[in-house]
């Protein structure tokens, strides 16, 4: 689901303190885990949290973020987490929170351009906003009808963790194998054990 060149999966913060890596498989689904999403914890405190996270997955963008792009940020954000969960369990999505996704979306992202050339024109670098359109639109694909069967929860009764499942077989059931997936087949296999 990722843009070209953009990748998933994120460290984030466990009950016991220490990280493990969770691939939502969308880029717009981590954006949720920087803090919508998830147990409690925040990853944009400052302008400069943004701009850091932004980086790693909009390559060409200028870093420059300002408290009032925080600001539209997490209210896209919500958005967004507010609409995986609806996916996950099969309810509609609210109006607003459409609202807002197209509102973004409907804004200028980051074009696309090749490289090798000799003019300055398309060289330019990209803006926090239109980071924020990219993530948009992916967004729309996301929650767009053909990927909705595919946004689960973890299949671990004591997990919530969302993630859109872009594998081919369509088959994946953990938040991460080795935090859920290990814990379950361990269960499993107690179980069978007299
Ligand atoms: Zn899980």
Redesign the pocket.
């Given at each position: 689901m990722g843009q070209a060149g953009t990748t998933t999966g994120q460290w984030v913060p466990s009950d016991d303190g220490h990280r493990w890596w969770f691939d939502s498989g969308s880029v717009a689904l981590d954006f949720a885990y920087s803090g919508a999403l998830g147990d409690g914890w925040e990853m944009l405190h400052e302008p400069s949290d943004l701009a850091h996270w932004l980086n790693g997955r909009f390559p060409g963008v200028d870093g420059t973020v300002t408290d009032r792009d925080l600001i539209d940020a997490k209210a896209l954000r919500a958005a967004i987490a507010r609409l995986a969960i609806a996916a996950s369990s099969n309810e509609r999505a609210a109006t607003d929170d459409v609202d807002v996704v197209n509102l973004f979306a409907a804004t200028p992202d980051i074009p696309p351009s090749l490289p090798g050339g000799g003019r300055q024109a398309g060289r330019a670098r990209a803006h926090t906003g239109q980071a924020l359109s990219a993530m948009a639109r992916e967004a729309v694909e996301l929650f767009g009808s053909e990927s909705l069967p595919r946004i689960r929860e973890?299949?671990?009764d004591d997990?919530a963790?969302v993630f859109y499942d872009d594998s081919r077989s369509n088959n994946r059931r953990?938040?991460?194998m080795q935090?859920?997936g290990n814990r379950a087949k361990v269960r499993a296999h107690r179980a069978r054990t007299p």
């Open positions: 973890c299949a671990a997990c963790m953990w938040c991460s935090r859920c």
